[in-house]
């Protein structure tokens, strides 16, 4: 079964970089075709999606990331990946990876339900904030 598990959240500073993993702690054999995705919410706006990638590798990115964020994935690790540089205070927020079979990971990002797009399996989120 897919368990998906974030790590790399924290106190983060504005122009710094934020490295976040998503790790299939069941190191499920079929997530390798699964769509992956990260997606954010801060408090008080709706959940968006960041980044994300389809089995084939094709990335996606959420405009306001696009250009200074990259997004991969490990199948061999079971995880996915996401950087993002020149970090800005629009940035903080608990950060959610998702994972399941979709047939567009562009419409996977610009849902305002992914889960009706096959995203189906969840992480509890990883908190990013701002140190002062």
């Known amino acids: 079964q897919v368990k998906l598990e974030e790590s790399g959240g924290g106190s983060v500073q504005v122009g710094g970089s934020l490295r976040l993993s998503c790790t299939d702690s069941g190191e499920t054999d079929s997530d390798a075709d699964y769509c992956m995705g990260w997606f954010r919410q801060a408090p008080g706006k709706e959940r968006e999606g960041v980044a994300g990638?389809?089995?084939?590798?094709?990335?996606s990115y959420l405009s306001s990331v696009k250009g200074r964020s990259y997004v991969w994935r490990d199948n061999v690790k079971h995880t996915l990946y996401l950087l993002i540089n020149n970090l800005k205070p629009d940035d903080a927020a608990t950060y959610y990876c998702?994972?399941?079979?979709?047939?567009?990971?562009?419409?996977?990002?610009?849902?305002?339900?992914?889960?009706?797009?096959?995203?189906?399996?969840w992480g509890k989120g990883t908190l990013v904030t701002f140190s002062s």
């Open positions: 998702a994972a399941g079979f979709c047939p567009d990971i562009d419409a996977v990002l610009t849902a305002s339900e992914p889960e009706v797009y096959g995203m189906d399996y």
């Open positions: 990638i389809d089995s084939d590798g094709r990335p």
